[in-house]
């Protein structure tokens, strides 16, 4: 229940979010191009390291969510590093669009709905794993990865098939960006109107 809600919202904040890029441009980009630059270089960078971390949580939990606790890989530096890289990911689709507007409003909206979400599964992860997971929640931040506790094992079980189908969402920021990328040249060539001017 709670994953399809999730889902939903997170689908619903898309296709606002990718409404309002549509018709809208950044100031930056006429006025201070080096900014404009930097902005995006800085999204690309946040966009590879939330792509590469959304893939390496779906090694780990593909196939696994709700049979056993994960605490390996990723899952030794934080609960939940899957949000983490979708925070790191997101952000830096905001800045592909190269305003500060638009990755504002992603910080609010994840800020605002997803400690929730954490809160909801936390409570539900206790009900499944008792006290292993007590011991987990004593020892590993919930957030904010600390990677001096990273444990890998040197051999891990992979479902294949799951970690295949996970693998187009653990993509989604990429597709995202080039999806702000053709826009960008579809409001240079006019096909697109631009309405508005965002900072």
């Known amino acids: 229940m709670v994953e399809k809600l999730r889902l939903t919202m997170t689908w619903i904040f898309s296709v606002l979010v990718i409404s309002l890029i549509l018709f809208s441009s950044s100031i930056w980009e006429a006025r201070f191009p080096l900014l404009s630059a930097l902005l995006s270089l800085a999204g690309i960078f946040l966009v590879t390291i939330g792509s590469m971390g959304r893939l390496w949580c779906s090694l780990y939990i593909g196939g696994y969510k709700t049979d056993r606790l994960i605490t390996a890989g990723p899952y030794s530096i934080c609960r939940n590093p899957l949000y983490f890289f979708s925070f790191l990911g997101g952000t830096g689709v905001g800045l592909i669009t190269e305003n500060i507007t638009i990755p504002l409003i992603f910080l609010c909206g994840f800020c605002l709905y997803y400690p929730f979400v954490i809160l909801s599964e936390q409570r539900h992860l206790l009900t499944l794993h008792g006290k292993e997971y007590e011991t987990y929640l004593?020892?590993?931040?919930?957030?904010?990865?600390?990677?001096?506790?990273?444990?890998?094992?040197?051999?891990?079980?992979?479902?294949?098939?799951?970690f295949r189908r996970r693998m187009l969402g653990a993509l989604y920021f990429i597709w995202l960006s080039g999806a702000i990328e053709l826009i960008e040249d579809l409001h240079q060539v006019n096909l697109l109107p631009v309405f508005f001017k965002l900072y």
């Open 138 to 162: 004593r020892t590993t931040p919930s957030f904010f990865p600390k990677p001096s506790l990273l444990r890998e094992p040197a051999e891990y079980v992979v479902k294949t098939h799951i």
